[in-house]
C-alpha cells in the first residue's frame, strides 16, 4: 500500500496513510505536487512544468523556481516519493496513491458497488478553492475540472438511477443533490428528485426544488424550465391520482408456483428477463413489448443462456424475492424493470441483479415521448443487451475469482483470465496465455480459451512483445482456426478470427469473419470494436470511427475503452485531424497508464504537430521499456494498408525520434 494519499477532489489534502497531514508551505508547491498526480506515476518533462507554473519568468529563472519547488515536494513528501531523471519528473505509484485515480477507477468498473465508491471519493471539484494564478496552470485546471466533472456527473446519474429503480428514495436523493451540485441546470437531475420527494410524501419540498430551479433558470440564463419539468410540477400540484396497480400475488410456500426450470448449462451464463412493472397502469403491453424484445435479443447472444419468457412471466407480480425467483428458473442473473407514463413522456428503468449476492450490477433509465414508442422500444433493446454483455462478463469474473484454486473449472479459468487480457500490458499477457493453455489442458474443445489464445499472440505482435513475429502470426491464426473448428458461429470466435486474419492481412476475409459476427450479435461491443479496427487497418477511416463509437455506446465502462480511444484516435490522425487525435489518446493513456505501447502512435501525432519536445519524450518512454524496437519493427507489426495512414505514421515516427 502506499504510505501518502493525496486527495485533490474538494479541494487538496496530503497525509501519511492513516497517519498525519503532510503541509506544503507554498501554493506553487501544491499546484506542482497536484499536476503530477494527474495521473501519479506519469513522467512530466521539467520544461513543460516551469512554463506551466512560472511562464511569466526568463527561461533560467523559471528552471531556478522548478528545482526549488520540486525540492519542498521531495522534503514533504520523502525522497522516495518522487523520482527525477533526466529531464523527466515523476510521482512513485508504489508511494503515493491519488483520489483522481481511485474515483476513475471506481467510475470505469461502472458497476454499482463500484459506482458507490466513486460516490464516497467525489468530494468536489478539482483543487476546490485554489486561488487563480499562473494561466497555463489554470487553463489546464479548468479543462481537467471539467472532464473530471462530467464523468462524476455520468457516474453518479448511473447511481441514482440504480437507487430510484431499487425504490431507495433517501439514498436517491442524497445524490441528487450531490449531482445538483455538480451541475445546477440539469433539469433531468431535478426532475429526478422532485419525483423521489412526491414519492415519499414530500410533495411541498418537490415543488420547493421546483421553484429553486425555475429561479435559477430565470437567474442564469434567462429561461422557463422545460415542458416536461412542468409538466411534472403541474402534476404534483394537482396531486394527480394514477390508476391503481394491479395487487401483487404472493406465492405459497416453496413447494408451490412455478416450478423449478432444469439447471442450465455451467459453462454459460444464465439470465432471465423478468416482466417489468407498469406504474401507469395502462402501459401493460409495451413493458410486456420491452421484455419480449429483450429477451429474443439476448437468445442471439451465443454466451448467455436465456430462459424462455413463457418461463419468466409466470413470476409476474410474485412477491418472492429475487434469489428465490432466481432458483426457480435456474439463473445466476435477473433482469427487472418497470414502465411509468407521465406528461406525454414514457420513462422505463432497469436493472440487472447477480442472484448469488443480490448485488445491483447495473441500472439504467431511458425516456422519450409516447408518439415514438416503437422506436424507443428498439433503442432500449439495443442499449441494455449492449451493456449486459461486458457487465455479466465482468460479473463472471468475479465469480471466478470466488471459487477456492482446487474446485476451478476450464469456464472460471478462462474468466479469470480476461482481466489480464484486458490490462493490455506484456507481463499479464504472459500470464493470461499460462491460464488459458490450463484451461484447454482441461477441456480441449473449448473453443473460446482457443480464441483467445490468439487474440493474446495477436497483442505479442502488435505491441512488439515478441522478436519472432512470423511465428506469433502463425500461431495466432492457427489457433483462431481451431476455435473456429470448434465453434462456427460464436461472435467472440469469429472476431478472433477475423483479428488474427487482418494481423497477416488477409483483410478481405477478415471482413468476412468480422460482418458475420456482427450478423449473428449485433449488440456484441467486442465486435464492434474489432470492426473498427479492421477499418482502420483498410483505411476507411470514417466508418472506422463509426464503428469504434458505436462500441463505445454498447459498452461505455468497458474495461477495454481505452482501447477504443487509441484507435479513433489513429483514424483522425490518418483524416489529418491532430489535435483531436492528440486528445483522444492522451486520454486512452489517462485511463491506462500501463499501456505504454500506445506511445507510438502519440509519438506520430506530437511530430506532425511539432511538439518534438512531447514527441521525442514519448519516444524515451516507449524505448526505456522496449530498447529494441525501431520505425521498421513497428510498421510491420500493425497491418495497415492505407498509403496515407503508413505515410503519416512512419514519417511521424522517425521525426519523433524513432531509430529506423
Not at 311 to 321: E, G, N, Q, R
Not at 637 to 647: F, G, L, N, R
Request: proline share 5%; hydrophobic share 40%; with cysteine.
Amino acid at each position: 500500500m502506499a504510505r501518502i494519499f493525496l486527495g485533490l477532489l474538494g479541494g487538496f489534502r496530503a497525509r501519511q496513510t492513516g497517519g498525519d497531514e503532510l503541509l506544503f508551505p507554498t501554493r506553487k508547491s501544491r499546484m506542482l505536487c497536484a499536476y503530477l498526480a494527474m495521473p501519479v506515476g506519469e513522467p512530466r518533462p521539467r520544461e513543460r512544468l516551469a512554463g506551466l507554473l512560472w511562464s511569466e519568468r526568463a527561461d533560467e529563472q523559471a528552471r531556478g523556481s522548478l528545482r526549488n519547488a520540486l525540492t519542498t515536494v521531495r522534503r514533504v513528501l520523502g525522497a522516495d516519493a518522487i523520482r527525477v531523471e533526466s529531464d523527466q519528473v515523476a510521482l512513485v505509484p508504489s508511494v503515493v496513491s491519488c483520489d483522481v485515480d481511485r474515483f476513475m477507477v471506481a467510475t470505469a468498473q461502472g458497476t454499482a458497488e463500484s459506482l458507490r465508491q466513486a460516490y464516497e471519493i467525489y468530494r468536489g471539484p478539482l483543487l476546490d478553492g485554489l486561488p487563480e494564478g499562473e494561466e497555463p496552470f489554470d487553463d489546464w485546471l479548468r479543462n481537467e475540472r471539467a472532464r473530471i466533472d462530467k464523468v462524476a456527473h455520468q457516474a453518479l446519474s448511473s447511481l441514482l438511477d440504480s437507487h430510484v429503480v431499487a425504490g431507495e428514495a433517501a439514498a436517491g436523493l442524497d445524490v441528487g443533490n450531490r449531482l445538483i451540485s455538480i451541475d445546477p441546470l440539469h433539469e433531468a437531475t431535478y426532475r429526478t428528485v422532485m419525483e423521489l420527494h412526491t414519492e415519499i410524501g414530500e410533495r411541498a419540498q418537490a415543488l420547493r426544488i421546483y421553484e429553486d430551479l425555475r429561479r435559477l433558470l430565470a437567474n442564469e440564463v434567462g429561461v422557463e424550465p422545460d415542458a416536461d419539468t412542468r409538466a411534472l410540477a403541474d402534476e404534483i400540484r394537482t396531486h394527480a391520482k394514477k390508476p391503481a396497480s394491479a395487487p401483487k400475488r404472493v406465492a405459497p410456500a416453496d413447494t408451490a408456483g412455478p416450478e423449478k426450470v432444469s439447471a442450465t448449462p455451467i459453462d454459460r451464463p444464465s439470465i432471465a428477463v423478468l416482466p417489468f412493472a407498469s406504474l401507469g397502469g395502462d402501459d401493460e403491453a409495451f413493458a410486456d413489448g420491452i421484455v419480449e424484445e429483450i429477451t429474443a435479443a439476448l437468445s442471439r447472444v451465443r454466451s448467455f443462456f436465456v430462459i424462455a419468457r413463457n418461463s419468466a412471466v409466470t413470476f409476474k407480480d410474485t412477491d418472492l424475492p429475487t434469489s428465490k425467483i432466481a432458483e426457480r428458473l435456474g439463473v445466476r442473473y435477473l433482469l427487472t424493470g418497470s414502465v411509468r407514463r407521465g406528461a406525454g413522456r414514457l420513462r422505463i428503468a432497469t436493472q440487472l441483479i447477480e442472484a448469488d449476492t443480490a448485488d445491483h450490477l447495473w441500472s439504467e433509465r431511458f425516456e422519450g415521448g409516447d408518439q415514438d414508442i416503437f422506436d424507443l422500444q428498439d433503442r432500449i433493446t439495443e442499449e441494455v443487451v449492449g451493456i449486459l454483455q461486458p457487465t455479466i462478463l465482468a460479473a463472471e469474473v468475479g465469480r471466478a475469482r470466488r471459487k477456492r484454486p482446487d474446485n476451478l473449472q476450464a469456464y472460471d479459468i478462462v474468466h479469470r483470465a480476461f482481466p489480464h487480457i484486458w490490462a493490455m500490458t506484456e507481463e499479464d499477457n504472459k500470464t493470461a496465455l499460462e491460464m488459458l493453455r490450463k484451461a484447454i489442458a482441461l477441456d480441449p474443445n473449448y473453443a473460446l480459451a482457443y480464441a483467445l489464445i490468439s487474440w493474446c499472440h495477436a497483442q505479442n505482435i502488435t505491441y512488439n512483445w515478441t522478436g519472432d513475429i512470423v511465428t506469433a502470426k502463425e500461431r495466432a491464426l492457427e489457433r483462431a482456426h481451431e476455435a473456429f473448428r470448434l465453434d462456427l458461429s460464436d461472435p467472440m470466435v469469429l472476431a478472433m478470427l477475423a483479428t488474427a486474419e487482418s494481423l497477416v492481412r488477409d483483410h478481405d476475409s477478415a471482413r468476412v469473419h468480422i460482418d458475420r459476427a456482427l450478423r449473428i450479435d449485433p449488440n456484441s461491443a467486442w465486435a464492434w470494436m474489432r470492426s473498427g479496427w479492421i477499418h482502420c487497418y483498410q483505411g476507411n477511416f470514417e466508418t472506422s470511427i463509426e464503428h469504434f463509437e458505436r462500441a463505445w455506446r454498447l459498452s461505455p465502462y468497458d474495461p477495454l475503452n481505452f482501447n477504443l480511444c487509441f484507435g479513433i484516435g489513429l483514424s483522425h490522425f490518418a483524416l489529418g485531424h491532430d489535435e483531436k487525435a492528440a486528445s483522444l489518446i492522451e486520454r486512452g493513456l489517462l485511463e491506462n497508464p500501463d499501456a505504454v505501447w500506445a506511445n507510438r502512435p502519440l509519438v506520430a501525432v506530437y511530430a506532425w504537430l511539432d511538439r518534438m519536445d512531447d514527441a521525442k519524450a514519448a519516444t524515451e518512454r516507449v524505448l526505456a521499456r522496449y530498447p529494441d524496437v525501431t520505425v521498421s519493427k513497428i510498421m510491420d507489426s500493425i497491418p495497415h494498408q492505407a498509403p496515407v495512414m503508413v505515410e503519416r505514421y512512419t514519417k511521424g515516427l522517425v521525426m519523433g525520434g524513432f531509430p529506423q
